[in-house]
């Protein structure tokens, strides 16, 4: 059974940074693909970063330059580094994993099977 557990939230003011974690259990995290994703109140579950099992990252356009995604595969951690953080970028954070996404580009949540259960951005100005 595909356990996903993130930590790392928490509240930053405006430029500020985080580092989310995301230990994966129960299969082998180097073969999956993986993502980041977010949801603000009132708001869709929107994608924020994947990356493959090859190690092929992909970024939406209001992160990119900001956010890093990256995992460590000894450790079957994902991570999301997230620097110059912005009020718009408070959301519940949610780690995802898939055996494959044929478009991991795309960032749709619907492609993804096992979730986390969320850890909590708030920025503040």
């Known amino acids: 059974q595909v356990q996903l557990v993130e930590t790392g939230g928490g509240s930053v003011q405006v430029g500020g940074s985080l580092r989310l974690s995301c230990v994966a259990s129960?299969?082998?995290?180097?073969?999956?693909?993986m993502a980041w994703f977010r949801q603000a109140p009132g708001k869709e579950r929107e994608g924020v970063a994947a990356?493959?099992?090859?190690?092929?990252?992909y970024y939406a356009d209001s992160v990119k330059d900001r956010f890093t995604i990256s995992k460590d595969n000894n450790k079957n951690t994902l991570y999301l580094q997230m620097n110059n953080l912005q009020p718009d970028d408070t959301a519940v954070y949610y780690c995802?994993?898939?055996?494959?996404?044929?478009?991991?580009?795309?960032?749709?949540?619907?492609?993804?099977?096992?979730w986390g259960q969320g850890t909590q951005v708030t920025v503040s100005s």
């Open positions: 129960g299969y082998t995290h180097s073969s999956y693909c």
């Open positions: 990356i493959g099992n090859g190690g092929d990252t």
């Open positions: 995802a994993s898939e055996p494959f996404v044929p478009r991991l580009w795309a960032l749709e949540y619907t492609d993804f099977g096992d």
